[in-house]
């Protein structure tokens, strides 16, 4: 018999803590809403402390793109000591770079100053659906199967588990089925820069260098650049012989870059970003669970090359693996808008956007494929209200990964910095209409624009 787990209903229910869900919550919390967030894991933050870059919180010009709760969740790793200063990598993108175990008390202190209720361990497996509204949300944890009630919901679960299951259409990977790699983000400590740097400015045809359209110059002028610049970003590339030779000796898995950023300039430590796994479905629990040993195994490996192979890494340790597999890619929620890849490579501009994206069009593909496509001018473009609000739903939003978007447009969207803007737009949007009990399609996206402005989200002035 399934149960309310707390007193009184919510205003606004946010199921998935990563960067979307994390924004979500505060957004609404903070606008006046009683809020729950709900996660099916251990701790709040998602991708956000697996040891990724924070990508589109500048764009390629180096302009700020990403304002409002982002932007406290960089400052606050930075005033804890757990912030890699933007840089240019010298290849086409501004990144941020924090130590995901800072970012881990970054947004359980900002979750709780906002007074958000945070259900973790909790898994959201049915909803009920009255008239095209959601009415609640069952729950399955330790203290049973529950049910969360709330006047307005926002699935960041990533997959669109919530919209899924309340009848929204959705689709997912590309026309005959692929989906993006999943891969499992592992850490090294105690790397020494100075060596793989030079080894960089020694065989710089071996790393992806000097893409930017906008600043053309020569991969040796990048990597010296880069050499300068000191910090240990390096994308060796999957196709070039350093590492295809890797590949075909059988000392790597086949893969399309082998990254290394940098997360703590204390401990030495960068996160390795390569291992892969392609076309699988990673809304199947069994087919996740089978990648997991896989995964591990290229980990290892790669761990193994990097110590051998890779100078600065000769007396590094392995560190650790994220808290779970990464995920690139599995529903997008069909919405009122659905954004294209047009919009992102041309950098659209709109009346009615509610945060900027400002990635390259990135698309893994299996192996080493890997397409990618810069923004015009290096520039970013806006995420329309409607690509937030699925089809069929009356009080649903949807934010981050699983966003309304063609799976081009999905390429470029799904990084954090564009999944936080849009997950503190649903947050605010719902507690506005949670407030004055205005309906999601009645809502004014110029009074919605007006609010994230005051409140620091970046919505116009750049390029
Ligand atoms: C390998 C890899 C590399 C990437 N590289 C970068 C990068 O360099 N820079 C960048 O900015 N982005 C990068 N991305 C993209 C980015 O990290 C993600 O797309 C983004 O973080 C997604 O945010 P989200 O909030 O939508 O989802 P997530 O961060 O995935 O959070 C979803 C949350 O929902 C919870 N959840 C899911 N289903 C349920 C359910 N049914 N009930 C309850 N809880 C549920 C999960 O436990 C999770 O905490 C990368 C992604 C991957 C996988």
Avoid at 96 to 113: G, T
Avoid at 165 to 174: I, V
Avoid at 252 to 270: D, K, M
């Amino acid at each position: 018999m399934a149960r309310a787990i707390r007193s009184l209903p919510y205003d606004v229910a946010v199921i998935g803590g990563g960067s979307a869900g994390v924004a979500a919550a505060v957004a609404a919390a903070r606008n006046g809403a009683r809020t729950v967030l709900v996660d099916a894991g251990p701790m709040a933050g998602g991708e956000l402390v697996s040891g990724l870059p924070l990508n589109a919180v500048l764009n390629a010009r180096g302009e700020w793109v990403a304002g409002g709760i982002c932007r406290e969740l960089v400052e606050a790793c930075r005033a804890m000591g757990g912030l890699v200063e933007p840089y240019f990598d010298w290849r086409s993108l501004w990144l941020v770079c924090v130590d995901p175990e800072i970012m881990k008390i970054a947004v359980a202190r900002l979750l709780r100053e906002a007074g958000v209720d945070l259900l973790l361990y909790s898994f959201a497996e049915d909803v009920v659906v009255e008239d095209g509204r959601v009415t609640g949300v069952f729950v399955l944890n330790k203290n049973g199967r529950s049910l969360i009630e709330a006047d307005l919901f926002v699935d960041c679960s990533g997959d669109g588990d919530i919209a899924a299951m309340a009848g929204a259409p959705w689709e997912k990977g590309g026309e005959k089925g692929e989906l993006q790699p999943v891969t499992l983000i592992f850490r090294m400590m105690g790397v020494e820069t100075e060596p793989l740097l030079d080894f960089v400015r020694r065989h710089p045809e071996n790393v992806g260098l000097g893409e930017c359209l906008l600043e053309p110059r020569s991969k040796a002028d990048c990597a010296e650049a880069l050499y300068r610049q000191g910090v240990p970003s390096v994308f060796f590339d999957g196709k070039a012989p350093f590492v295809a030779k890797a590949i075909e000796r059988g000392e790597l898995h086949p893969c399309g870059i082998l990254a290394v950023c940098p997360l703590s300039t204390q401990r030495r430590e960068v996160s390795l970003n390569t291992t892969r796994i392609a076309n699988l479905d990673a809304t199947r629990t069994d087919a996740l669970s089978d990648a997991l040993p896989k995964l591990l195994d290229q980990v290892w490996t790669c761990a193994d090359f990097l110590v051998k192979r890779v100078p600065g890494f000769e007396k590094a340790a392995f560190s650790g693996v994220a808290p779970r597999i990464g995920i690139r890619e599995t529903r997008r929620i069909m919405g009122e808008y659905v954004l294209t890849g047009a919009d992102v490579l041309a950098g659209r501009k709109r009346a009615d956007g509610i945060c900027k994206g400002a990635h390259e069009l990135d698309v893994h593909g299996a192996g080493s494929a890997h397409r990618r496509e810069m923004i015009a001018e290096g520039g970013s473009y806006d995420v329309p209200f409607g690509c937030l609000l699925p089809k069929r739903t009356a009080n649903l939003l949807v934010a981050g990964r699983c966003l309304s978007a063609t799976r081009e447009a999905h390429g470029s969207a799904r990084v954090m910095g564009t999944c936080m803007g849009m997950g503190e737009a649903a947050g605010t949007a719902a507690a506005i209409c949670a407030a004055d009990g205005t309906s999601l399609r009645q809502l004014s996206v110029p009074a919605l624009r007006e609010r994230l402005a005051a409140q620091g989200a970046i919505l116009e002035g750049t390029h």
